[in-house]
């Protein structure tokens, strides 16, 4: 039975690559695809339809990253459609629809793209978190933003605890808003409240361990099953609360609310609050930022290693002016990215150069400086770049790695005057290009905030 088959299938592949006559005359090879077209297009599918010039069988080749095969429609018709199933969501499929065989009466060759999911959009998109707005206060609301799209999705969700200068991180897939600053009316509470919002589930987990002490404006950032967090202040005062060597360690996933560890460093971590910083290649490096004993702003870095307990033994590049409040963001290229061999990097842009002892603070020397140094080089120094177009004190930093391009929302233009505009800055060549403010404003202005996303 199995011979039969395969003979009269062999006939059947046979017959239409041979010469067929016409209704309207001629053969497969002079036939001619009229128009061509994919609808129904979806997360994981879509629907390929073409004319062909007369009654003819119709074939259709198409590949992508999980996907290679001929579709055939055995019956003579001027008009055919394939559906295709099982694709992958957010990629592109190149199709070639023929007309009479494989090889006559060939369409154009062209290529669709299968629609995001809301895990896709979320992990490449940018959520703007926390922040004090124009009311001056703690803002709730968590904007999300789609570079890819070029979209705002305003006031996705709120944070449940509002919150000033907590320490913010995106960690496997999720974001941690941790310690901070209440406000209620005139009155500031230090706040030990651990927060976690899960966009893919678009749920909050409000039942996390407190931090073992207050903390705010603290450097944090996030490793393989930890959040690691240094400097800040205990209090609003940072002339007598601020950690020195204390180091925080959170393990989300260890125990039912996750489990704190508090350890000292082997060697001194900058008292500081307000410093720019990020991780990359198992350390986080820091830099900037306002001494505690006398909040004057400084410009040397380092990198704190959770494995060894200490800082590094080289002597890192410090930034090229002394500052604290900017926007920071570190540029890791993976091997799934668009462009992933771009040399890593951290970012810095605006801040204050001031000299203030307060938190909140009370006045602002607001600095449009933007410098780089690139990391896991030899280089080891800050290149300044392209001033931004205004001088801003906190604004948030991330990177589209979809798009090459750096993103600077919001900040401070004056004291207490937070904006919405949106900088951007091709990162084909970070140091020479120059940057542009977005055709889009964020949908409502805010300072002191983060910016994350869920695929770094």
Not at 275 to 285: E, H, R, V
């Amino acid at each position: 039975m199995k011979q039969i088959t395969l003979l009269f299938l062999a006939s059947l592949f046979h017959l239409f690559n041979c010469a067929n006559p016409l209704t309207d005359g001629g053969n497969a090879n002079t036939a001619k695809i009229e128009w061509q077209v994919v609808t129904n297009i979806t997360t994981n599918s879509a629907v390929v339809s073409w004319k062909c010039s007369g009654k003819l069988p119709g074939f259709l080749i198409t590949t992508g990253p999980n996907y290679s095969n001929v579709d055939s429609s055995f019956l003579e018709n001027e008009i055919h459609a394939v559906s295709l199933s099982n694709l992958i969501t957010d990629s592109e499929y190149r199709y070639v629809p023929s007309c009479g065989s494989k090889e006559g009466g060939l369409g154009i060759p062209a290529t669709f793209r299968t629609l995001s999911d809301n895990a896709t959009i979320y992990r490449r998109g940018i959520w703007i978190v926390g922040g004090i707005g124009s009311d001056k206060n703690a803002v709730s609301e968590i904007d999300f933003f789609d570079p890819v799209d070029n979209t705002w999705y305003p006031a996705i969700t709120n944070v449940p605890t509002p919150r000033l200068n907590a320490q913010i991180v995106s960690f496997k897939n999720k974001i941690y808003v941790i310690g901070g600053i209440v406000k209620n009316g005139a009155s500031y509470t230090m706040s030990r409240i651990v927060e976690a919002y899960d966009p893919i589930t678009n749920t909050w987990n409000r039942n996390l361990s407190d931090m073992p002490s207050t903390l705010q404006g603290g450097v944090v950032g996030s490793f393989d099953e930890e959040i690691v967090i240094l400097g800040g202040t205990t209090t609003t005062d940072m002339t007598t609360g601020t950690i020195f060597n204390t180091i925080y360690k959170f393990y989300p996933n260890l125990g039912n609310n996750g489990t704190w560890v508090s350890l000292l460093s082997s060697t001194n971590i900058f008292p500081r609050i307000d410093m720019a910083g990020c991780t990359y290649n198992g350390s986080l490096i820091f830099t900037g930022g306002r001494f505690y004993s006398d909040g004057l702003a400084y410009a040397t870095t380092d990198a704190y290693s959770p494995s060894l307990n200490s800082t590094s033994g080289k002597i890192e590049a410090s930034i090229s002016l002394a500052r604290h409040g900017s926007g920071y963001a570190c540029y890791r290229p993976i091997s799934t990215d668009p462009f992933p061999s771009d040399t890593p990097a951290i970012f810095v842009a605006g801040g204050s150069t001031g000299t203030n002892i307060s938190q909140p603070v009370t006045a602002v020397t607001n600095s449009n400086r933007f410098e780089y140094s690139f990391l896991g080089t030899a280089s080891n120094s800050f290149v300044t770049g392209s001033n931004i177009p205004i001088a801003l004190y906190y604004p948030a930093m991330e990177i589209s790695y979809e798009k090459r391009k750096l993103y600077l929302f919001g900040g401070a233009s004056e004291f207490n005057l937070p904006i919405d505009q949106v900088y951007t800055l091709d990162l084909t060549n970070p140091g020479g290009n120059p940057w542009f403010q977005d055709s889009l404003n964020m949908p409502r202005s805010r300072f002191g905030h983060k910016a994350v996303i869920l695929s770094r």
